[in-house]
């Protein structure tokens, strides 16, 4: 197998391969993501479902009832079994990655910034992707000094020192608990238009 030409700084890696993910378990990355074509299929869905789907869903999910759950609680509409396959396939490669039997899921549509500020999340580890709408930014870790506190360092962050997700991209984001020696990467959610939306999903491993 050729090995990956990756687009990469120190702390985080793209590519347009869901192989990448593997980069994550490398100690100096803290993001790793997978860039996915467009999909206009499931972009449809969610730009139609997401009045309907509002605080949308968030709960523990095995492989095996994901697909029944997801059918039941997500709104009617042209697309929504090619959704529902898109979130069972990040599941399954997430829970094949960590290796995990079950997943902590949370898809909503949101129509203003859930986390604005600039931080660090304490977990191990953070599947994000957004289906529709402007999607997640953080900020590479070798512009964070680790020796002095966050707000700190933000203090000197320039807008060209900030990257962001394109819509549809999958990432794995580390967080502070993912080890002892591992800060996490340092992110927010997207600022959002009047009456724009954002439809979010974001996995835990269990």
């Not at 299929?41 to 997801?70: C, D, M, Q, W």
């Not at 094949?96 to 977990?123: S, T, W, Y």
């Not at 340092?186 to 439809?199: T, Y």
Request: glycine share 4%.
């Amino acid at each position: 197998m050729q090995p990956l030409s990756i687009a990469s700084s120190a702390s985080y890696v793209m590519h347009s391969s869901p192989l990448v993910f593997s980069e994550v378990f490398k100690e100096s990355v803290s993001v790793a993501c997978w860039q996915r074509p467009e999909h206009s299929v499931v972009s449809a869905y969610f730009n139609n479902a997401a009045p309907a789907l509002k605080i949308g869903i968030r709960s523990v999910f095995s492989l095996s009832t994901l697909k029944e759950n997801l059918h039941e609680q997500l709104p009617e509409g042209i697309g929504k079994s090619q959704a529902i396959d898109d979130i069972y396939l990040l599941a399954d490669m997430l829970t094949c990655l960590f290796d995990c039997q079950e997943v902590g899921l949370r898809l909503a549509a949101l129509n203003q910034a859930m986390c604005p500020k600039f931080h660090r999340d304490n977990i191990p580890v953070r599947l994000i992707s957004t289906y529709m709408g402007p999607a997640t930014e953080w900020i590479p870790n070798e512009c964070i000094s680790p020796d002095e506190p966050l707000s700190k360092s933000l203090k000197r962050i320039k807008d060209e020192h900030i990257v962001q997700l394109a819509t549809r991209d999958v990432a794995l984001f580390k967080g502070s608990a993912w080890d002892e020696n591992h800060q996490g990467a340092v992110h927010r959610s997207c600022a959002l238009a009047h009456d724009q939306w954002r439809v979010l999903l974001t996995m835990d491993p269990i």
